[in-house]
């Protein structure tokens, strides 16, 4: 390394968000960047350990230290051909991922001062398109077709590695846009989707062969390949079967987060149509990553009033024992949709939607307490019978997602990403997709 000792005089230093005001007044990403010098700062802190644990905890074996030393001497050239060996899509990583590599830096569990790999990574790639280092390549075929079913991170990780391999890839799409879970499911404001379209036009040029508004039913699938890619996700989200259910103003999370998405590609929706917390008292139920979208997305869209509920119990801040490396750290996060503004609330159990002229106006929800089990698996849920009545004109459902289940395929059929694991990270989804490339690369080159 340039300088193994910068992380004793050079402190983690992030680059932060826009200030609220300025960014809840429109759907620009959040997140700013360092300039070079600082960005290279950064890297420097790397200590470049003898057991980098940043290797193990990332689905994709990202090498950060060998990336960030490239990054620090200048060499970022160098630095994106490391990352690009391991990391098909830094540019979304780089924004959306929870770093699971900062997680086990050394740094982080000695100091809790982690490099800051992911806006290294995302400082990396970024530079590698602003100079004309990402440029199409063309690459020798083989003779052999293959089919991606699904154009989320998953598929566009499959499709990529298989082209680079000599197949020739066609990857099917259901709906209007490509790109799955990164165009329809994230906000602008954490993944632009300029982002994903100038990705896509690499691809294209390569000369993979993208099909929007394909429907393919798994069960049969288009004829004329050799093999296929399932990369589905899973696009059945967890319901909440309680009274009322049936009312006005009840959405599933992923419908109000694919309409926006849609509105700032240019559709319009019908007035009856449109899902728009403007001038209403928005609720979440679900306390993850989805539920903290509708947040940013609620106060964006200028709802009167957020709030989200969570059944478990508040996670402790900064540290948590009972989650020691190298368990994932559970403990409590706090989005750049969090500080725009809302009430947060946990060990709530939603029991009864309550209407008005057909449309929701509140919830009942009932307090209740974790028991920890005597056999030490799972707590338990404990009701108090203390109630009260939430005030809700919009209700979003963010409560996770069920494991799709497939039938039984042929053996020149593959499933990857959500479809195959249920509801991950995007790392993980490209981490999926590159094995599924390398498993339909040995399957047909055996034949």
């Given at each position: 390394?340039?300088?193994?000792?910068?992380?004793?005089?050079?402190?983690?230093?992030?680059?932060?968000?826009?200030?609220?005001?300025e960014?809840?007044?429109?759907?620009?990403?959040?997140?700013?960047?360092?300039?070079?010098?600082?960005?290279?700062?950064q890297?420097?802190?790397?200590?470049?350990?003898?057991?980098?644990f940043?290797h193990?905890?990332?689905?994709?074996?990202?090498?950060?230290?060998?990336?960030?030393?490239a990054?620090?001497?200048?060499?970022?050239?160098?630095?994106?051909?490391?990352?690009?060996?391991?990391?098909?899509?830094p540019?979304?990583?780089?924004?959306?991922?929870?770093?699971?590599?900062e997680?086990?830096?050394?740094?982080?569990?000695?100091?809790?001062?982690?490099?800051?790999?992911?806006?290294?990574?995302?400082?990396?790639?970024?530079?590698?398109?602003?100079?004309?280092?990402i440029?199409?390549?063309?690459?020798?075929?083989?003779g052999?077709?293959?089919?991606?079913?699904?154009?989320?991170?998953?598929?566009?990780?499959?499709?990529?590695?298989?082209?680079?391999?000599?197949?020739?890839?066609?990857?099917?799409?259901?709906?209007?846009?490509?790109?799955?879970?990164?165009?329809?499911?994230?906000?602008?404001?954490?993944?632009?989707?300029?982002?994903?379209?100038?990705r896509?036009?690499?691809?294209?040029?390569?000369?993979?062969?993208?099909k929007?508004?394909?429907?393919?039913?798994?069960?049969?699938?288009?004829?004329?390949?050799?093999?296929?890619?399932?990369?589905t996700?899973?696009?059945?989200?967890?319901?909440?079967?309680i009274?009322?259910?049936?009312?006005?103003?009840?959405?599933?999370?992923?419908?109000?987060?694919?309409?926006?998405?849609?509105?700032?590609?240019g559709?319009?929706?019908a007035?009856?149509?449109?899902?728009?917390?403007?001038?209403?008292?928005?609720?979440?139920?679900?306390?993850?990553?989805?539920?903290s979208?509708?947040?940013?997305?609620?106060?964006?869209?200028?709802?009167?009033?957020?709030?989200?509920?969570?059944?478990?119990?508040?996670?402790?801040?900064?540290?948590?024992?009972?989650?020691?490396w190298?368990?994932?750290?559970?403990?409590?996060?706090?989005?750049?949709?969090?500080?725009?503004?809302c009430?947060r609330?946990?060990?709530?159990?939603?029991?009864?939607?309550?209407?008005?002229?057909?449309?929701v106006?509140?919830?009942?929800?009932?307090?209740?307490?974790?028991?920890?089990?005597?056999?030490?698996?799972?707590?338990?849920?404990?009701?108090?019978?203390?109630?009260?009545?939430?005030?809700?004109?919009?209700?979003?459902?963010a409560?996770?997602?069920?494991?799709?289940?497939?039938?039984?395929?042929?053996e020149?059929?593959?499933?990857?990403?959500?479809?195959?694991?249920?509801?991950?990270?995007?790392?993980?989804?490209?981490?999926?997709?590159?094995q599924?490339?390398?498993?339909?690369?040995?399957?047909?080159s055996?034949?």
């Amino acid at each position: 390394m340039g300088n193994p000792k910068a992380f004793l005089s050079v402190p983690r230093q992030e680059a932060g968000y826009r200030p609220v005001h300025e960014r809840i007044a429109d759907f620009s990403e959040v997140e700013q960047t360092l300039n070079t010098s600082d960005r290279k700062l950064q890297a420097s802190r790397c200590m470049d350990c003898g057991v980098p644990f940043c290797h193990w905890a990332c689905p994709l074996g990202n090498r950060p230290p060998e990336f960030q030393d490239a990054m620090y001497k200048g060499k970022w050239e160098t630095a994106y051909k490391i990352l690009s060996r391991t990391n098909d899509f830094p540019e979304f990583t780089g924004r959306i991922c929870p770093a699971l590599c900062e997680k086990s830096c050394v740094l982080k569990l000695t100091m809790d001062a982690p490099v800051t790999i992911r806006e290294d990574e995302a400082a990396v790639v970024e530079a590698a398109f602003r100079e004309g280092y990402i440029r199409p390549r063309r690459y020798e075929r083989n003779g052999k077709k293959v089919a991606v079913i699904g154009s989320g991170p998953a598929g566009l990780a499959a499709a990529n590695q298989l082209n680079r391999r000599g197949y020739e890839v066609t990857v099917f799409e259901k709906l209007e846009y490509v790109g799955g879970l990164l165009r329809f499911g994230i906000p602008n404001f954490k993944l632009s989707k300029s982002v994903i379209d100038r990705r896509i036009a690499v691809m294209e040029a390569e000369g993979i062969v993208f099909k929007v508004n394909a429907d393919i039913d798994v069960t049969r699938l288009p004829e004329g390949f050799s093999a296929y890619c399932i990369c589905t996700g899973t696009p059945q989200a967890r319901d909440l079967d309680i009274p009322g259910r049936e009312l006005k103003g009840i959405h599933f999370a992923m419908e109000m987060l694919a309409q926006q998405n849609r509105v700032l590609a240019g559709q319009t929706f019908a007035k009856e149509e449109r899902i728009t917390a403007k001038g209403k008292h928005v609720l979440v139920i679900g306390g993850g990553d989805t539920g903290s979208d509708c947040i940013g997305t609620s106060n964006r869209q200028q709802a009167l009033s957020v709030t989200q509920i969570e059944i478990m119990p508040k996670p402790p801040m900064g540290c948590n024992p009972a989650t020691p490396w190298p368990q994932w750290p559970l403990v409590l996060k706090t989005s750049s949709s969090h500080e725009e503004g809302c009430e947060r609330r946990w060990c709530l159990s939603s029991t009864r939607f309550i209407g008005k002229n057909g449309r929701v106006c509140g919830v009942e929800v009932e307090e209740v307490e974790w028991i920890p089990s005597p056999d030490g698996g799972r707590p338990v849920m404990k009701p108090t019978g203390k109630k009260e009545i939430l005030k809700a004109d919009l209700v979003l459902l963010a409560m996770g997602f069920l494991k799709p289940r497939h039938p039984e395929f042929p053996e020149n059929v593959f499933v990857a990403g959500d479809a195959a694991t249920g509801a991950s990270l995007v790392v993980r989804c490209i981490a999926g997709g590159r094995q599924a490339a390398a498993d339909i690369d040995a399957y047909l080159s055996a034949k």
